[in-house]
Structures are given as C-alpha cells and as structure tokens.
Antibody, heavy 121, light 108 residues
Framework: QVQLLESGPGLVKPSQTLSLTCTVS??????????WSWIRQPAGKGLEWIGR???????NYNPSLKSRVTISVDTSKNQFSLNLSSVTAADTAVYYCARDSGYDPDYFDYWGQGTLVTVSS | EIVLTQSPGTLSLSPGERATLSCRASQSVSSSYLAWYQQKPGQAPRLLIYGASSRATGIPDRFSGSESGTDFTLTISRLEPEDFAVYYC?????????FGQGTKVEIK
C-alpha cells in the first residue's frame, strides 16, 4: 500500500519561498510509470493542481503558478519536493502530495494527509 | 482551461435516500476523463470514480458515475451514514486538470 507524507514549515513569511517535501513509502518513486503531484486547497475552498514530476525529473506545472513553482525529485530518498516562491496570503492552504496513475494529465489515486501552510508575517 | 460547475452546492438528504450530484464541463472532456472524489473534514480526498464511470478499488457499488455530453453525474443509490461528505469532480482530459467547487451532502 503506497503512503505519502508531507512535511515542512507550517508558517512562511510573505515574499519568501514555501518549501515542502513528500516522502513516499510502500513503493519506489523510480519504479513503475507513475507521476507525483502537488495539489492545494485553501480553507473552505476547492482543489487546485500545482504540478507534477516523473522519476526522470520531467515536470509539468499549472500555468497559473508556473512562474513561481519548482518541483524536484530525490529518488535516493524516495521523496519529491515543492518550492513556491514569492508567496502571499493567497497561498495559504492545505498542501497535498499525491500519486497519479501514470499519465499527464491524470487523476489521483493516492494522497498524503495534507499539511497546512499559512503565509503570514 | 476547462471549468467544471457542480450542482447543487448543498444536498440535504436522509440516510437510505438516493443522491444525484451533477458536474457540468465548460467544454468537451476528452475521452470521458472525469473523476469523482469524496472528502471528509480534516481528510484528504478519496478517489471514487475515474473514466466517468469506473469505480476505484474498494469503492462500494452504491456509487456510480455516468455522462451525457458535457454533463457528468455521480449517483449514490442509498446513502449510508459514512457517505455524508463533500464530493468533487475533476477533469483530466486536458492540461491543466481542474476540479469543480464541490457539492456537500449533508444529513437532513
């Protein structure tokens, strides 16, 4: 059973960079044909796909965030990471990491529990 | 990008009743690439349906999905107490994938 767990600071100051890591267990990031995504959800609102990465390092980002997003992968640690630069209060949300079934775009079959990131001074 | 509009915003029903949730796409969704998720408070979304009508692993058969053109429907045939939650549709036919704003199914 694949499990994903997000980690990182819960509070980020405006204009700084939000950095989160997703640790995958129960399966190897570098095996199979899966992509690995970040998705966010502001409180009381809907879901927004941020971007995805393949084990090879190939990425695809949501155009609405592309200028500020970098997703990277560390196959040796079975982790992938999100960096979101120049954050504002609008970036306050629960951030989820998720696995999709191997296509781009795709649906998401495994999700992490989510981590709340608040942007505030 | 494709905009998904879900209706109603809230559905008030009793256990045992049938729930019908709608998701309308602003344009055609390629190859019926639409998924449905269930989300309970404080939890991550859970995949219910993909490909408009295929149930994900372990999902009870009281959940079913259908489509008619750009209109997609999630039906819960008989609501169980654990089914009261928020439901989201998501299209993955074109990039970026997008989600609807959600329908809350609450106990009447």
């Amino acid at each position: 059973q694949v499990q994903l767990l997000e980690s990182g600071p819960g509070l980020v100051k405006p204009s700084q960079t939000l950095s989160l890591t997703c640790t995958v267990s129960g399966g190897s990031i570098s095996s199979g044909t899966f992509y690995w995504s970040w998705i966010r959800q502001p409180a009381g609102k809907g879901l927004e796909w941020i971007g995805r990465i393949y084990a090879s390092g190939r990425t695809n980002y949501n155009p609405s965030l592309k200028s500020r997003v970098t997703i990277s992968v560390d196959t040796s640690k079975n982790q992938f990471s999100l960096n979101l630069s120049s954050v504002t209060a609008a970036d306050t949300a629960v951030y989820y990491c998720a696995r999709d079934s191997g296509y781009d775009p795709d649906y998401f079959d495994y999700w992490g529990q989510g981590t709340l990131v608040t942007v505030s001074s | 990008e494709i905009v998904l509009t879900q209706s109603p915003g809230t559905l008030s029903l009793s256990p045992g009743e049938r729930a019908t949730l709608s998701c309308r796409a602003s344009q055609s969704v390629s190859s019926s690439y639409l998924a449905w998720y269930q989300q309970k408070p404080g939890q991550a979304p859970r995949l219910l349906i993909y490909g408009a009508s295929s149930r994900a692993t372990g999902i009870p058969d009281r959940f079913s999905g259908s489509e008619s053109g750009t209109d997609f429907t999630l039906t819960i045939s008989r609501l169980e107490p654990e089914d009261f939650a928020v439901y989201y549709c998501q299209q993955y036919g074109s990039s970026p994938e997008t989600f609807g704003q959600g329908t809350k199914v609450e106990i009447k």
